[in-house]
């Protein structure tokens, strides 16, 4: 039995040396010639739900040729949007989302396939930004590959007035518009009532705010400035944390503005990133001293390792301004190959559509339905104190808001990595 199985061996491993001594037969192989009438198997995506019902225009961006292979490239996208009606940036399955409506125009206009419309990841898409549900951006930035004719015109025309993409770079292959983030700037518009006393007995129209009192604001404000824990500004977050230490650029309110007898002012902060709910509860605190709800000694106290629970503002006035690439302009801006992703170039344009589309939207929904007033009007029975309530909305907030206006820990360890190299 050995004997034949070792025969067996040595003739397949040295069948063509036995043939050509004569040991062994070999029947000839004749090769198999194309003959030019079988068609070989062509690649199809697979189509979903959606992309069916999408019309797709062929008139621009890639072709619809089957077998012809579409150049990719990696780009940074800008783009705007008013997010009141939307529930946040990230495609979520049956909501209205910013995401969802960009990539059904990307899709229409051709310059994504179908694959990377139902699978994202296929075209390396990413967020700079996550945003909440009625939170707005100006300056929101996504990378993603593309074909390389991109009819900005043609994607805007699908598009609904509210969301615009205003230009697109080429971008290394590497680059990832979370990651490569060096820091983020958020604006948060609210009426000048808000820093009112909370004894006082006033009205939001013709309401007018003092030098003693909008500096005073700015003098709380400054008290975020600076590297500090920020565990009790968002869900579910130890003390002993690393990633609960955020560092803040700047913190300022900007000098107000009248809108339709009402006085409006807006917040400004910079910063590396931030957490879930994180700037809507600054802006909170921010309030409840100011109105003279809490001492400022309370401010440290959030700080340190105790556990505060803190309110969170409505989401009305939160707006993503800008979204830095410090570290990537200097070390790509001046290649000779690359672009600047500062975007000054299309300032014009964006200020243009957020003085048209988000700023007038935001003011007036706050006159007429004064989320902020009737915020405010509960606040005065806020419990710092009670950790179980805190707890208890912390776990709403897990459930009920997975994707926000702050940014993950995911990111944060990325960023650390880069600082590090």
Not at 293 to 315: C, M, W, Y
Request: with cysteine.
């Amino acid at each position: 039995m050995l004997t034949k199985i070792f025969k067996n061996i040595l003739i397949s491993h040295y069948k063509p040396f036995f043939s050509s001594i004569g040991l062994i037969h070999m029947e000839p192989q004749t090769k198999i010639r194309y003959n030019g009438k079988t068609k070989k198997r062509q690649w199809q995506d697979r189509k979903s739900d959606d992309a069916k019902k999408l019309k797709i225009n062929t008139t621009s961006g890639d072709s619809n040729n089957v077998g012809e292979k579409i150049k990719r490239k990696k780009f940074a996208m800008l783009l705007g949007y008013c997010g009141v009606d939307y529930y946040g940036m990230q495609r979520n399955p049956k909501m209205q989302t910013i995401e969802e409506e960009l990539l059904k125009a990307l899709f229409k206009v051709n310059v994504i396939t179908e694959e990377s419309f139902n699978v994202v990841q296929n075209m390396q898409f990413q967020r700079a930004a996550r945003t909440d549900k009625g939170v707005s951006a100006v300056r929101q930035v996504v990378s993603l590959k593309l074909s390389e004719k991109v009819d900005i015109d043609a994607i805007n025309k699908e598009l609904p007035e509210v969301i615009r993409v205003f230009g697109v770079k080429k971008v290394t292959k590497g680059f990832n518009s979370k990651t490569n983030c060096s820091g983020r700037t958020y604006s948060y518009t609210l009426p000048t009532v808000s820093f009112a006393d909370k004894d006082a007995t006033v009205e939001q129209n013709g309401y007018r705010v003092d030098n003693e009192t909008f500096d005073n604001v700015n003098r709380v404000l400054k008290m975020f400035v600076g590297t500090k824990n920020f565990h009790n500004f968002t869900s579910k977050k130890s003390p002993q944390d690393p990633s609960a230490n955020r560092y803040i650029k700047s913190f300022v309110c900007d000098r107000p503005f009248v809108w339709n007898d009402v006085e409006f002012a807006i917040l400004k902060v910079e910063g590396q990133s931030f957490m879930l709910h994180q700037i809507r509860k600054m802006v909170a605190l921010m309030l409840a001293i100011v109105r003279n709800h809490a001492h400022e000694s309370l401010l440290t106290q959030a700080f340190s390792s105790d556990k505060v629970n803190i309110p969170r503002a409505p989401g009305l006035g939160l707006l993503l301004e800008f979204v830095h690439y410090d570290r990537y302009n200097e070390r790509y801006g001046k290649d000779g190959m690359h672009e600047k992703l500062d975007f000054k170039e299309f300032d014009s344009e964006v200020e243009a559509f957020k003085n048209k589309y988000i700023l007038p939207i935001i003011t007036n929904k706050e006159i007429t339905e004064k989320e902020m007033i009737i915020w405010l009007s509960k606040l005065n029975l806020h419990r710092y104190d009670d950790v179980e309530e805190k707890d208890r909305k912390d776990e709403k907030y897990e459930n009920d808001e997975k994707d926000d206006d702050e940014n993950s820990d995911e990111e944060i360890n990325s960023e650390k990595m880069q600082s590090i190299m």
